[in-house]
């Protein structure tokens, strides 16, 4: 729980502080005419090498199944924003591509109607005749 907040608070500081956008010295320097103090530099060396990733802790993204999370669903469908921005990257657009051939491979040989429900009543997977996951009037 702790490494989680940690990581947490990390990402947070690393957000706030837009680490690598400020490239005025003005941010970090004294400011005579408003009556502002310079930034303490062990300050900055604390707080920066807090929210900088730290090289002997594993990335996540490293390790996660992304063929596993994108064959659950499409997320490029309804987005035509996100569905042109992967275009741009071959590896990750045939990722996308191989998971939906799977799917409908799937589709094809037949979905029990637990699985139909389990993506709602408005999946358009869900072309089952039952009423059971229907909202009725």
């Known amino acids: 729980m702790c490494e989680d907040s940690e990581e947490y608070w990390r990402h947070r500081s690393y957000i706030a502080l837009d680490m690598c ?28 090498g807090f929210a900088s990733w730290p090289k002997d802790k594993p990335d996540l993204l490293d390790s996660a199944d992304l063929a596993g999370i994108s064959s ?17 990257f071959p ?21 029990t109607q637990a699985e139909a429900a389990s993506d709602g009543p408005f999946s358009s997977s869900n072309s089952s005749s039952s009423t059971s996951n229907t909202f009725s009037k």
């Open 21 to 48: 956008k400020i490239h005025n010295v003005g941010y970090y320097a004294e400011d005579r005419a408003n009556d502002r103090d310079g930034l303490d530099v062990p300050s900055l060396i604390i707080v920066y």
């Open 72 to 88: 659950l669903h499409d997320m490029r469908k309804g987005n035509i924003g996100l569905h042109t921005y992967i275009e741009k």
């Open 91 to 111: 590896k990750w657009q045939a990722l996308f591509d191989n998971a939906e051939v799977k799917r409908k491979a799937q589709g094809d040989a037949g979905t």
